[in-house]
Structure formats: C-alpha cells, structure tokens
C-alpha cells in the first residue's frame, strides 16, 4: 500500500504541470497557431517566479510569496508567447522557426541573466509552499493521503484550470468563436469575427499556462531554477495535445500516462536500476505513443495556415 500511495503521490506532481502547459497548447492550436516554443515559456515563467521567491520570500508569508510568484509566471508566459503571437499572426513567421527562436531566446537568457545577477546558473530558493497534512480530508482513507497529503496548492490549481478550461471551450461564446477560427479563419473572418485578436488570446492564454507549468515544475519537483530543468516536458506536452485530441477530457487520461511514468522511472532509480536507462521511459513512451498512437488524429483545420489560405 505504502509504494501504491507514493507512486499515486509522485504522480500527481508530474501530471501537473503537464496538464498545464498540455491545456495551454490546446488553446494555441485551437486557435490555429502552432506553437511548440512551450519548452521556453515553460522555462521562462519559472525563472521569473523562482527569482521573485528568492528574492521576496523573508519579507512576505508564503503564501503571499507563491500567489505573487505564480502571477509573475503568468505575466511572464504571456510576454513571450506575445512575440511568437506577433511574428506569427502580423508577420506571417514560419511558425515552427518562431517557436525554435523563442525556445533559443528563452534558455540563453535566463541563463545569462542568472549568471550576471548570481553567478552561477543555478537559482536555489526555500521551498516552504508544501502542505504536509490537509485537516480532516487528510484522514480519508487511500485518497486522503494521496490527494491531502505531502501535497502542494499548485496541484489543485491544476485541477481548477482544467475544470475552467473545459467549461470555456464548451460552454461559453469565445470558446466557439476560438475552435472556429483554428478550423476556418476565412468563414470566421467572413462571419464579421476579429480572427486576429481571437488567434492573439489563444496564444497568450497558452503563454499564461505554460508559464504557470514552468513555476509549478521549479516549485514542486526541483526546488530550484536549473540549466535544461524542463527535459523535453514542453515537447511532451504537445504530445499530450495531440494524443488529447485537443480536448480537455481527453488531455487528462494522456498527461496521467506521462505522469505515470515520470513517477516509475523516480522509483526505479530508487530500486539500483541503471539510471540512464530509466530516465528513458518517459521518453520511449513519448515516441512510442506519437509513431502508433497519432495515425488518424487530425489536428484543427487551420493550424499553420493563414488568413489568406
């Protein structure tokens, strides 16, 4: 019982932020703008709220430190996908080559900017964002000590964008007005819709949660900002829109497999299993998943393409 909550528990932290920045491409896509610098954002929305924490975390509590921390992750997040949303939707970029750039951008910055301010590439804080025991709920029995225990706010936060994610593009006129603009900007522009602004706020928005991912991964795993901290998890989770469908619904059974197995290859390693071939797991799944399990998913009509095609 004891390894079943721990592998339950570890999954849950790596689940997260795939979620995240899983649902953030998903708002991209839907929009019609391919986006796969997430694995820059994601680096850049954690280096601007770990060096807040770092800088912020004696002279608040905590809690207004992470809710500050987190916001900064967000802002940050949308003001680099702004420029990939500009060179893509003004400029009419090649999009890929514009996510290649942002990711570039993005490493060698913070990087830069840690070792200028800091000297060294490692930004180390102290984490005191952990929730040891939810009162009451912490008691239920199997899930009181995997969901309310050892656990952090971050992981519910995940659980409301994706209740919030769903419910917009469902439920609500832009969520109809974004999904209609990834499948036919022209019949929307035609319909009298802002297709460049609906395109900008899918990007951002995506900006928003892959920054957010990027905080949570610093936060709840490395408890540091480090040099390639992210290992693919951006491309990862253009994986997991894929394999998603891009749909909320179907996003969280694909970011829970990843999640899965992020949290097997941490218990293995434990377990004196070569640890070079282990850290190959989520990996392997990855390739595996998007040579057999991607054959007939179609992407929405308008990814990569303009309003004049």
């Not at 997260?16 to 796969?36: A, K, T, W, Y």
């Not at 702004?82 to 939707?89: K, M, P, Q, T, V």
């Not at 804080?125 to 929730?131: G, K, L």
Request: a positive charge; hydrophobic letters at 55%.
């Amino acid at each position: 019982m004891n390894l079943f909550i721990f592998i339950c528990q570890q999954t849950l932290i790596f689940l997260v932020p795939l979620l995240l920045v899983g649902l953030g491409d998903l708002f991209s896509e839907r929009s019609g703008v391919l986006n796969i610098a997430l694995e820059g954002i994601m680096v850049f929305g954690a280096f601007a709220g770990i060096m807040f924490i770092r800088s912020a975390s004696a002279a608040m509590p905590s809690w207004l430190v992470l809710l500050i921390a987190i916001l900064i992750s967000i802002l940050a997040g949308i003001l680099l996908s702004s420029l990939h949303a500009f060179a893509s939707i003004h400029l009419k970029a090649e999009q890929t080559i514009s996510s290649t750039a942002i990711i570039t951008f993005a490493t060698a910055f913070c990087i830069f900017y840690a070792r200028v301010m800091l000297g060294t590439e490692q930004v180390v804080f102290r984490n005191t964002f952990r929730i040891d025991a939810v009162p009451l709920l912490s008691k239920i029995p199997v899930l009181g000590p995997i969901l309310f225990q050892k656990a952090y706010v971050t992981t519910y936060l995940g659980i409301l964008v994706l209740i919030v994610t769903a419910f917009i593009l469902k439920r609500t006129r832009f969520g109809l007005r974004l999904r209609m603009v990834g499948e036919n900007p022209k019949a929307a522009a035609t319909m009298g819709l802002r297709v460049h602004g609906i395109k900008y706020c899918g990007v951002l928005i995506c900006g928003a949660l892959a920054g957010v991912g990027g905080a949570y991964l610093s936060l709840d795993q490395l408890d540091m900002f480090v040099r390639n901290m992210t290992a693919g998890r951006g491309y990862i989770a253009v994986a997991i829109a894929i394999l998603g469908r891009y749909n909320p619904a179907q996003i969280v059974p694909c970011a829970l497999l990843f999640g899965f197995c992020d949290a097997v290859q941490i218990y293995l390693q434990g377990e004196a299993f070569p640890p070079q071939i282990v850290q190959m797991l989520p990996y392997i799944v990855t390739l595996l998943v998007l040579a057999f399990g991607v054959k007939h998913i179609k992407p929405p009509a308008g990814v990569g393409k303009y309003d004049d095609e």
